[in-house]
């Protein structure tokens, strides 16, 4: 009987011979359960990516010290941030552009152009030997690392619907984890041959070169994300009629309704009628809520190592890169186990928006205490802090899965590499716009510990608060806009 029912299915649709997409659409049909070798395939090549991003946050403020670019002490953070920002200006400017050729030749070829920049690109960056080296590597990383926007395109289109949200919580648990395990590193693996002189000497490349030990450890990792491409199948659909040199510009439009109210693709296939991406508000809606809150994480991302590695006389903790790559460490592994065992069983109960609308609002009172946290020492300090640093992470990585999920919903196949395309690149703009400018309130609010209207780091947090906030009321109606209640009212 089942074996009769899965026949009837495979009629149904229309498959073509030696097409990537139709293969794996059949074997989707034929699949019994979460495959978890491609899970763990893809969850290796986001974090790969991710990793690189913030790995230099721990070191970054004795990095620009070492380059001797700062006149002052307070004037480090303010020059840090642009180093931060360079790496998500270069993703900026190709967001869109790789998104097109994913969308025109296939996800795997962008997924590999961007891991195998990571392994180049990270590791001269460690190398660098004058800020001008260190800004351009990572604009080039950042430009030249375009996969984040393909690969939720191809988590979507791996898996049967019912393991989507779990493969989206993957991507976003792994670049989260990214996000936090590269600070940990680059906080234990910088500056050597100071922290464990008994095996890297003075005189080495890693005694010369204090910053190049992460980088060459990510880039090493990165290899074995590499590898994991050649193991998964392409989805992207390629039918013989799909050759048109405009192809890639379809994406951002559908062809015109049939009479009988449905629309049809180059492949053949129908779908439900398509308007352009950029009419699409359900998405651009998501897209704009999901930009707002990738800014505050890209800033607080920033400032928290900055802000713990900061002399006491500024507002600081005053603490080693090392003793930051252990709260970081901490928060990473409870951030995991909380994606993989907890955050599927939320998200059916209460659904991407009502989540995302909860973490938000419990990410304000969390931040208005951390000027707080900084007036304890010992155990105290130490234990308030890594669980106020966990427990703000799971809220932020909260709302960005949720919104992953809106995104991907609002938008057809043969439309999500251009639709993440637009979303790589809005969100990269605010995330370059997130280090620089947390970077400068910094420097600026370490200038002002006196002030009478939220002295010192207060005033960093406050903003913080704020663009949370203007996030959280973004996400209800009539703003955010999800795709089965939009399509339901008109």
């Not at 590999?112 to 460690?126: A, H, R, S």
């Not at 490349?205 to 090493?220: E, Q």
């Amino acid at each position: 009987m089942a074996n009769d029912e899965l026949q009837e299915k495979l009629l149904k649709k229309p498959y073509y011979e030696n097409c990537p997409g139709c293969m794996v659409d059949e074997m989707k049909e034929r699949q019994r359960g979460l495959p978890i070798t491609k899970l763990l395939a893809i969850w290796t090549i986001v974090l790969s990516a991710a990793l690189p991003i913030s790995s230099l946050f721990p070191f970054l403020y004795f990095m620009i010290r070492d380059l001797h670019i700062a006149k002052r002490e307070e004037d480090i953070n303010f020059y840090a941030g642009y180093v931060g920002a360079s790496y998500m200006l270069g993703r900026t400017l190709t967001s869109m552009f790789w998104g097109v050729v994913a969308d025109r030749y296939g996800r795997k070829p962008v997924i590999f152009i961007g891991i195998i920049t990571v392994v180049v690109f990270n590791t001269i960056f460690g190398l660098s030997v004058n800020y001008w080296m260190a800004i351009c590597t990572r604009f080039l990383l950042g430009a030249l690392n375009g996969l984040l926007g393909p690969v939720k395109a191809y988590a979507s289109e791996i898996f049967r619907h019912e393991y989507q949200a779990v493969a989206l919580s993957s991507i976003s648990t792994s670049w989260a984890i990214g996000l936090i395990i590269g600070p940990a590193l680059g906080g234990f693996l910088a500056q050597p041959a100071e922290k464990y002189p008994a095996i890297f000497s003075p005189n080495s490349i890693f005694g010369r070169f204090p910053y190049f030990l992460p980088c060459l450890f990510i880039s090493l990792f990165a290899l074995i994300g590499a590898m994991c491409c050649f193991w998964l199948p392409e989805t992207l659909h390629m039918h013989p009629s799909n050759c048109s040199p405009t192809e890639s510009y379809d994406a951002l439009e559908t062809a015109l309704p049939k009479d009988n109210g449905k629309t049809e693709t180059k492949d053949g296939r129908e779908t439900v009628p398509g308007i352009s991406l950029l009419k699409n508000w359900p998405l651009m809606s998501s897209i704009i809520v999901y930009c707002i809150f990738s800014l505050h994480d890209m800033a607080y991302s920033e400032i928290f190592p900055l802000w713990t590695e900061s002399p006491r006389k500024f507002g600081g903790l005053s603490y080693s890169t090392q003793s930051v790559g252990e709260i970081l460490t901490i928060t990473g592994c409870g951030l995991l186990v909380f994606q993989l065992f907890l955050y599927p069983y939320v998200e059916k109960m209460l659904g991407p928006i009502k989540i995302a609308r909860i973490s938000g609002v419990l990410s304000i009172p969390l931040l208005t205490s951390y000027p707080y946290i900084a007036m304890l020492s010992g155990v105290a300090l130490s234990v308030v802090l890594n669980c106020a640093s966990l427990l703000k992470n799971v809220l932020s990585t909260s709302i960005i899965t949720g919104l992953f999920i809106l995104q991907n919903n609002a938008v057809e196949q043969h439309q999500r590499g251009a639709a993440n395309g637009i979303a790589m690149t809005a969100m990269s703009l605010f995330k370059a716009v997130g280090p620089a400018a947390g970077g400068a309130v910094l420097s600026w609010a370490q200038k002002r510990q006196h002030a009478a209207f939220f002295p010192g780091v207060q005033l960093v947090f406050f903003i913080l608060n704020v663009i949370e906030a203007i996030g959280v009321l973004m996400t209800f109606k009539p703003f955010l806009a999800d795709r089965s209640q939009y399509e339901s009212l008109n």
